[in-house]
């Protein structure tokens, strides 16, 4: 669930697209958006969320504190 | 204006018997195997073997020469990166900004392949098709490859290129060789992790983020690994380097050593570009870029050991025509989308025809004059700035210049060393004083600037910074003038007329280029 991109931060570089393990980024008027329901923090794909670390710029992909936090599946 | 039409396009010279004969002479203006020059591709057959020269010859970056007939389009195909660098900022986007990294839109794959065609149908003389942004191409190698597989079945004729960071190259090399892609130009500015930390704050690999020495150490293996890789291949690679002073400048040497050892066909060090308002890292906090002697200083002396680029324009991820204009704005997607495109193969070859008569007569002009200067021992060089749109001539007013080329002249010859960006002076009305005295702040280190026309005020402006306005080569040949002027300053020299005095330095221009219109 967690994650989201600042809209107004966003370049629309597309990077964080192709290394989403869960699909969960798309375009959506002219910025990426990340699905919640798709998202999981990347936990049990890779040590770091690959958004937050492909993005080239700081602070753009960002935990969504509205949601609660991804639970890894039991 | 560069457009044939078909009845126009009649082609009186076999273009294959041409680039024969170009490739008999010293094709890069280098005339007499004077070995490395500046052209950024030495030349003809003397100086590198025929299917070298064949890759180069009508390439505008490869080739000095060939930079002034032939143009290069890229195509902003590629958005995603997976390095930063303290010289890039991705948010910034003008329209009126040339410098790499910057697009105003972004393409698809088809698009990109439909935007081919419309440009080589308007401007025959584009002979290169590059993808070199606004990220990296092998950061994006689905969108990359399509668009090099759709060109290479629709406008076969077309040269493919592309320009990397390096850190996915060697996973890429086979696929780079399997679409003909034969010039790849990778961006080193180091090749010592502990200067890299300086340049880059991270690289993305292997799905983790690494930062300072660590990622610059992984960046530079995969560096020269991927370089190394390609020249095996034989596939010719140039390589950039930005030039920023305190951090990396001394070490290129470093640089150009490590790249020459592993192949690479031609280096270009180029200047940092850091305004503030393009709110890079370097921009804001205070890094400086170059001067134009030291760049020049820098440049020389890696002279010895490759072949020096000297002619890039540093151009935008979009950019489309001669590499010192930017016709990017007449090929927008809805511009493309309403073009009707005619893409005639046999009408560019008749283009190209002509083209490379225009080139031979200017070199055989030059061979000749250089006649003169047989038997000069003196050692005075001077720099002279052009004012040109292109084709080897001086044929641009003064106040109309967007750009001068500077070349060094010696006993040995003339020597492309270097272009000066500049705002229009003439812009009718605001600010002229000021825009004139930049002018002469980028030729600075020049001892005449040669134009197709100038007023009469910045005439004697230009003389009294110690500058000498030069109009009687009003649309000749650049190179064969220069020598021609240069063969008279040092009569004059000689015979007191004239005392030769070294000039200062200059500036490299940094902010956005503002266009006249």
Known sequence: MPYKIVASQCTSCTACEAECPNEAISEAGGTFVIDPDKCTECLGHFDMPQCVAVCPIDDTCIIDTKLPRYQAAE | ?517
């Open chain 2, 1 to 517: 204006m560069h457009t044939v039409s078909p009845g126009q396009a009649k082609p009186m010279v076999q273009l294959e018997d041409l680039m024969q004969s170009v490739a008999e002479h010293k094709g890069c203006g280098t005339t007499g195997g004077s070995g490395k020059a500046s052209c950024g591709s030495s030349a003809g057959e003397g100086d590198m073997p025929p299917e070298i020269w064949e890759k180069v010859k009508n390439h505008p970056c490869y080739s000095e020469e060939a930079h002034h007939h032939y143009a290069r389009m890229h195509v902003a195909v590629a958005p995603a990166c997976n390095i930063q660098c303290n010289y890039c900022n991705r948010k910034y986007d003008c329209a009126n900004e040339s410098r790499p990294g910057v697009v105003s839109e972004k393409l698809t794959p088809e698009q990109a392949a439909k935007k081919v065609l419309a440009v080589a149908s308007t401007i025959p003389q584009m002979t290169v098709l590059g993808i070199a942004g606004p990220g990296d191409p092998l950061a994006n190698p689905e969108k990359t490859f399509k668009t090099f597989e759709l060109i290479s079945k629709t406008a076969p004729d077309i040269k493919l290129c592309l320009s990397t960071n390096g850190l996915t190259l060697p996973d890429h090399v086979d696929t780079i060789h399997k679409f003909n892609v034969d010039h790849v130009t990778i961006t080193i500015n180091m090749v010592d992790p502990e200067i890299g930390a300086q340049i880059y704050p991270w690289v993305f690999f292997n799905h983790k983020r690494y930062t300072g020495i660590e990622g610059a150490k992984i960046l530079t293996e995969r560096q020269l690994q991927g370089l190394e890789m390609l020249t095996e291949r034989g596939i010719l690679c140039k390589v950039n380097s930005v030039m920023i002073p305190g951090v990396n400048d001394k070490h290129l040497v470093e640089v150009n050593k490590a790249v020459k050892s592993r192949g690479a066909f031609l280096h270009n060090i180029m200047p940092l570009i850091s305004a503030p308002e393009h709110g890079t890292v370097f921009g804001l906090n205070g890094q400086r870029g170059p001067s134009a002697q030291e760049l020049k200083a820098l440049q020389d002396s890696c002279e010895g050991e490759m072949n020096m680029m000297r002619h890039c324009r540093q151009c935008r991820a979009d950019a489309v025509g001669l590499l010192g204009e930017d016709r990017s704005a007449e090929f927008t997607t809805d511009k493309i989308m309403a073009m009707d495109v005619n893409y005639d193969l046999s009408s560019r070859q008749a283009y190209q025809a002509k083209v490379e008569v225009e080139r031979q007569s200017k070199v055989a002009a030059k061979e000749a004059e250089l006649e003169t200067l047989a038997g000069e021992t003196s050692d005075i060089k001077i720099l002279v700035a052009v004012a040109t749109k292109g084709q080897g001539l001086i044929n641009e007013h003064f106040g109309h210049a967007k750009e001068f080329q500077v070349y060094e002249l010696s006993a040995q010859g003339s020597k492309f060393v270097g272009h000066r960006r500049v705002d229009l002076y003439c812009q009718g009305g605001y600010g002229e004083e000021e825009s004139l005295d930049e002018v002469i702040r980028a030729i600075n280190d020049c001892h005449a600037v040669f134009v197709a026309k100038i007023g009469g005020c910045p005439k004697d402006d230009l003389k009294k910074a110690g500058i000498d306005p030069v109009d009687q080569f009003a649309f000749e040949f650049i190179e064969q003038s220069a020598i021609a002027y240069f063969k008279a300053y040092l009569d004059k020299v000689k015979s007191g007329e004239i005392e030769h005095v070294s000039r200062g330095d200059a500036s490299i221009r940094q902010g956005a280029f503002i266009a006249a219109e």
